[in-house]
C-alpha cells in the first residue's frame, strides 16, 4: 500500500504558474506509471499527464507546451509544473501511481484559475 499527497494547488490568474507536488509514502521506484489527472464538477476524471518508470512523458492536448511532468525516484515524488494557466484548468488534481494492476490514488488539490 502506498499514500499519496499532493500540495501546491491554489488560486492564480489567467496566465500564471503553479507547481503541483506528490509525495509518496515508499518508494516510488516499482511504480511503472505515474501521473496527474483533473475532474471537475459533473464530469468525469481526465488524464493530463503521466510519466513512466524509464521517463517517457505523455500529456493531454489541451496541456502540451504549458504543463510539464517529472518525476524523483530519490525524492519519491511527481510534480506538474504548470504554466500560462487558463479558466478552463480549474479543477481537482489528482495524483495517480500505477504498479501491477494496482492504481493508488491522492486525496487531490484544489487548482483556481481566475479569469
Known amino acids: 500500500q502506498v499514500q499519496l499527497v499532493e500540495s501546491g494547488g491554489g488560486l492564480v490568474q489567467t496566465g500564471g504558474s503553479l507547481r503541483l507536488s506528490c509525495a509518496a509514502s515508499?518508494?516510488?521506484?516499482?511504480?511503472?506509471?505515474m501521473g496527474w489527472y483533473r475532474q471537475t464538477p459533473g464530469k468525469q476524471r481526465e488524464l493530463v499527464a503521466t510519466?513512466?518508470?524509464?521517463?517517457?512523458?505523455n500529456y493531454t492536448d489541451s496541456v502540451k507546451g504549458r504543463f510539464t511532468i517529472s518525476r524523483d525516484n530519490a525524492k519519491n515524488t511527481v510534480s506538474l509544473q504548470m504554466n500560462s494557466l487558463k479558466p478552463e484548468d480549474t479543477a481537482v488534481y489528482y495524483c495517480?501511481?500505477?504498479?501491477?494492476?494496482?492504481?493508488?490514488w491522492g486525496q487531490g488539490t484544489q487548482v483556481t484559475v481566475s479569469s
Open positions: 515508499r518508494s516510488i521506484f516499482g511504480f511503472r506509471v
Open positions: 510519466i513512466s518508470s524509464g521517463g517517457i512523458t
Open positions: 495517480n501511481a500505477v504498479a501491477g494492476i494496482f492504481s493508488h
